[in-house]
Nanobody, 125 residues
Framework: QVQLVESGGGLVQAGGSLRLSCAAS????????LGWFRQAPGKEREFVAA?????????ADSMKGRFTISRDNAKNKNTVYLQMNSLKPEDTAVYYC?????????????????WGQGTQVTVSS
């Protein structure tokens, strides 16, 4: 089994920054992609960013330049981060990390079988 635990959410003013963390534990994979998704009230869950086991990164167009996904490359460290800058009220959502046990990344939630519980990000105007 895989466990994903997000942290780092909170309340921030517009223009501020937050860094989310996703700690993965349990079963390991030789190739994978770890993605961040978000879901605002009344909206579908949407792709934010992903990082592959190779280190390659991908972003939704609306996040490019503001959000940065990265990972802790130290041995036995399985943590992925999402640095969010220049936050806007429309970034308010529950942010989830998810793991895909395949080498390629995906925009689609159904391609990720493992999910964390989510962390709330609220951006005030």
């Amino acid at each position: 089994q895989v466990q994903l635990v997000e942290s780092g959410g909170g309340l921030v003013q517009a223009g501020g920054s937050l860094r989310l963390s996703c700690a993965a534990s349990g079963r390991t994979f030789s190739s994978y992609a770890l993605g961040w998704f978000r879901q605002a009230p009344g909206k579908e869950r949407e792709f934010v960013a992903a990082i592959r086991w190779s280190g390659a990164t991908y972003y939704a167009d609306s996040m490019k330049g503001r959000f940065t996904i990265s990972r802790d490359n130290a041995k036995n460290k399985n943590t992925v981060y999402l640095q969010m800058n220049s936050l806007k009220p429309e970034d308010t959502a529950v942010y989830y990390c998810a793991l895909r046990d395949r080498p390629g990344y995906s925009f689609y939630t159904y391609d990720y079988p493992y999910w964390g519980q989510g962390t709330q990000v609220t951006v005030s105007s």
